[in-house]
């Protein structure tokens, strides 16, 4: 595989959003692409795939600073290079499939009764797992989340009023950030979420010290043991694949 395509992979430019268009969106402006080149935090590749199969709207977020995350929860950084995509300018665009099975610091989730997903902008409660209300386990919702590539809501578990799902199927939260689309199935509604948007702190501007969204104190009753998702399946396979590799 190329080193083109697994950048395409990381911008997520195969998300389900882009993929219902109808019409090619607008190409980047040229003071985007001269705004673009002076990044040197990205990668020449990383650079010139944008340059090439971006769009205004991708260029939009990317380069806007307001769009850059405080610090995060879960092992991850305010600084990843796709943290644009929470952007609220952002209507279309994913971290790559399978971001979370290499990202996402799992210690954390066998260690946590239930969890709590935060706005990485503002620090408001988007989503809950793992309590009796939510009627699934965190070992349940890892399966499912893992299966598909990204976090997997269903409608027990969002935060009603913090979370505005608009017409076209986008997610967002009640600040502005861009969290993903609803992809609903047999069993309703499904939020495919961005991992990056939601793993903020509580009502928070970015403490890496505050742990207290989470209930991260060791209990061996409630340990749960995450299982590989569908082993055997086609699908999961090419799910961690992906992950592993680097962007």
């Not at 620090?123 to 809950?128: E, I, K, N, S």
């Not at 939260?173 to 509580?202: K, M, Q, V, Y």
């Amino acid at each position: 595989m190329t080193q083109l395509w697994r950048v395409a992979m990381a911008v997520g430019l195969l998300s389900a959003a882009a993929a219902d268009e109808e019409t090619e969106p607008p190409r980047p402006r040229p003071d985007q692409i001269e705004r673009l080149q002076e990044r040197k935090d990205l990668s020449d590749a990383y650079r010139d795939f944008i340059e090439k199969e971006g769009t205004e709207e991708m260029l939009e977020s990317l380069l806007n600073p307001s769009c850059q995350l405080p610090g995060l929860q879960f092992g991850l950084s305010g600084k990843d290079m796709f943290s644009w995509v929470c952007c609220s300018s952002n209507h279309r665009y994913a971290e790559h499939a399978g971001y979370l099975l290499r990202h996402l610091d799992t210690r954390m989730l066998r260690k946590a009764p239930s969890i709590t997903f935060y706005d990485s902008v503002c620090g408001v409660p988007l989503y809950t797992i793992g309590t009796k209300e939510t009627g699934r386990s965190i070992s349940e919702w890892w399966q499912e989340s893992a299966s598909h590539g990204w976090p997997s809501f269903r409608s027990r578990e969002i935060h009603r009023n913090h979370v505005e799902m608009k017409e076209s199927g986008e997610v967002v939260s009640s600040c502005g950030t861009h969290l993903g689309h609803n992809l609903p199935d047999i069993a309703g509604e499904r939020h495919c979420i961005n991992l990056l948007c939601i793993s903020g702190f509580e009502g928070d501007s970015g403490s890496q010290n505050e742990m207290s969204s989470l209930s991260l104190s060791p209990s061996p009753a409630r340990t749960v043991r995450l299982p590989d998702p569908n082993p055997q399946g086609r699908r999961a396979r090419r799910i961690r694949e992906i992950g592993e590799r680097r962007v």
